[in-house]
């Protein structure tokens, strides 16, 4: 008999934000569940993630606890009945769970902002930048284990290649683009495939230079994936382990102030491009 996968992050989201919508309506979960009908064990496994729920049980759920915001109702539901098998399942048991849970964040987002210091953004990397850089982060990995991540990563970037492509700004400090992760031509390379596609029509790139007065938002680095509420966006920030997702109201409120600030201080992107145009030139 096989094991039960552990849910997915997207999953841990729905349950989280039935949970959140309990909470706030006062409710403890054994009321819920005599409201709706169950037991308070499946109301658990509901907010636990383990067990699914259909849109009538949810839309119960929702009525019960007072939920009035029906559009963000209607983007539990349509999270609910979500059933995607994306590419990144062929990577499970293969990699890190909270690898998974990345391009299926990515795949689902109405659109992403990062901002990076010093690496060019996942999305934007060469496949020779990636492999220089996860050898040199990782160097007990096997060759083997070091394309497999380059593969991953790669594969990733099919949010910004598809027919219907995710709106992608990205905002680069100058440092990241002159760190040479690889050689010289490795890095040309990575600054060409950054112009390149930063003149799609969805993808917006901007500049912070090193000779930018006043800046104290280094520590800003991030990954923005909008929802298809605002109260469903997700930030992601590098832990120790892998990526860590960010959900709470109140920092997702933070840093979309963030990302603005960031934004309004670099360059505007006519200018970014110029500037990468000319730090190619000098390698």
Partial sequence: MGTKREPTARQLRLAVELRRLREAAGLSSREAAALLGVNSVQISQIESGTSGVSEERLRRMAANYACADEEFISALVAKAADRTQGWWEEYRGRLPTPFM????????????????????PGLLQTAEYARSLFSYVNPEFQETEVERWVEHRMKRRSILER?????????IHEAALRIRVGDRRAARAQLTRVLELAEADHVTVRVIPFDLDDFGGAGSAMVYAGGPVPRLDTVVRDGPN???FIDAEAQLTWYRTLFRRVEAVSLDPDRSRDFIHRLAKEL
């Fill in 101 to 120: 849970d990345l391009p299926e964040l990515e795949h689902h987002a109405t659109y992403r902002w990062d901002v990076d210091f010093l690496h060019v």
């Fill in 242 to 244: 892998g990526p860590v």
């Fill in 163 to 171: 027919p219907n492509p995710v709106p992608y700004e990205t905002v």
